[in-house]
């Protein structure tokens, strides 16, 4: 069914204790600290809600700090291997010189002890011993890399980066010579080193060469430690979409149990970021990929139709409760697009605006437990580049991508935010204060101190 959210209201506790009189969004300097966290640490269970903020001087290092704010990664095991050798003595003194390999008869390097033999009348005792013993370590490390002035490549990448176990970084798309950003190219270096011994390192760069040019992935490919690079991209939006869900599904499994294409899709239209980033955290939720409409209707090239078409027809689960392909529509203009082309669709989340949307999204997908701890990020829905990475980052805590104002805390999303947050969870914010004010964290401090009825500086 489809879910229409009405505009809700800050408590009045929340609302009295931040009286805003904010200006423009955009700030020549950082208005607060930078407040780093870190997320990998496994959590106690605490007696109110965690309200945290990543958040630096600019978008690409905002995504920087995230990465370093977590573990990454992917079965990450460790293998010894072991170095046996015989070590042999005898008891006469005209063979104190014997070599270890004096005997090449059928003795196999397997027994502990080998039994004392008698040999031209000395008495000869051998035994295995350790000769030598290496430990080495054996995992994955995934890196995605997007252009941090667009968003049509990278909209679809939160599923991608959720079965990855991936950060997501931005770079610029001009730098002079097709320079690598030093503050990229440092935390590649150090996730691509992070972990003793052997690891597969690989880049993923979302886009062609007018997003990320040669350059740029040429100086990737030479970091110590990084294996290979890979990239996604295609004729248009449509198409990058596409394959970046293929590969996702493809190459990288979801966890549904069925094969191939049985994946749950999550239509949200591309001409905008704002709808996509929510479904993609949705879609992570939900062994699902996220595809693009052309606002209201299919883009004129087919790509997403056909990827539709190819998804399985048939499913026999053989008894194993294994996931049967749906597809849901985030927002208005791809509710409104499946409708035109007789897309049949399981659900649709949609509201008057994104943040409604956004909302509808996470009501309709999200099984939040009422015990324990659930994950939730919050991030401005007017500017795409730190959404972009809180979504990746939010898909990898399972959570719900939740929008506002940049200024001030939006009506819904307070509203949802104080009916679900409970004892023990974690609301993030993600953005400067060129892209959300720190008073919104504030005003979500505050909102949640009242609901508990805590000190806000405690949270």
């Not at 809700?8 to 009189?21: D, E, N, P, R």
């Not at 170095?83 to 004096?102: A, E, H, R, Y």
């Amino acid at each position: 069914m489809s879910k229409n959210i009405g505009r809700g209201v800050l408590a009045a506790a929340a609302a009295g204790a931040m009286a805003l009189t904010l200006g423009a969004p955009a700030m020549a300097a950082v208005d607060d600290p930078d407040q780093g966290i870190n997320v990998s640490v496994p959590p106690e269970y605490v007696s109110k809600a965690e309200v945290l903020r990543i958040a630096d001087s600019t978008r690409i290092l905002t995504a920087v700090e995230a990465s370093e704010s977590r573990t990454w990664g992917r079965k990450l095991s460790s293998n010894t291997v072991t170095t046996l050798k015989w070590s042999c003595s005898v008891d006469s003194f005209w063979l104190n010189d014997l070599p270890v390999n004096f005997y090449p008869g059928d003795w196999e390097l397997g027994d502990v002890f080998y039994p004392t033999m008698d040999w031209t009348g000395a008495q000869v005792s051998c035994e295995v011993v350790v000769d030598e013993s290496t430990t080495t370590w054996s995992g994955k490390v995934d890196i995605i890399v997007a252009r941090e002035d667009d968003y049509p490549d990278a909209i679809s990448a939160a599923p991608l980066a959720d079965v990855l176990n991936a950060p997501i970084l931005l770079h610029p798309t001009n730098l002079i010579n097709g320079e690598l950003h030093p503050a990229v190219q440092a935390e590649i270096q150090r996730l691509a080193n992070d972990y003793p011994g052997k690891i597969r390192v690989t880049v993923h760069l979302l886009g062609g060469t007018n997003a990320l040019s040669h350059g740029v992935e040429n100086k990737i490919d030479v970091i110590p430690g990084v294996d290979r690079t890979l990239r996604y991209q295609g004729v248009d939006r449509f198409q990058t979409a596409a394959n970046i869900a293929r590969v996702t599904v493809d190459e990288y499994g979801l966890d549904s149990g069925a094969d191939g294409n049985d994946v749950n899709v999550y239509l949200t239209t591309g001409h905008d970021f704002a709808d996509a980033l929510a479904a993609g955290a949705a879609a992570a939720n939900n062994d699902g990929i996220v595809l693009l409409t052309a606002g209201e209707e299919l883009d004129r090239r087919g790509i997403t139709d056909q990827f539709l078409m190819d998804l399985e027809t048939w499913v026999n689960d053989d008894r194993w409760d294994i996931n049967t392909s749906e597809i849901f529509a985030v927002g208005g203009p791809s509710t409104r697009a499946a409708a035109a082309f007789d897309i049949r669709l399981a659900d649709s989340f949609w509201g008057a605006d994104r943040y409604e949307t956004a909302v509808a999204a996470a009501e309709g997908v999200f099984d939040l437990s009422p015990i324990g701890r659930d994950n939730f990020a919050v991030v401005s829905g007017h500017t795409f580049a730190d959404a972009l990475v809180a979504s990746g980052f939010i898909a990898n805590l399972d959570g719900p991508l939740l929008l506002t104002n940049p200024l001030s805390l939006t009506g819904v999303t307070a509203d949802y935010i104080e009916e679900n947050v409970e004892d023990g969870d974690r609301v993030i914010t993600f953005g400067g204060p060129d892209a959300l004010r720190v008073a919104v964290t504030n005003e979500i401090k505050a909102l949640l101190a009242a609901k508990f009825a805590v000190d806000p500086e405690i949270l």
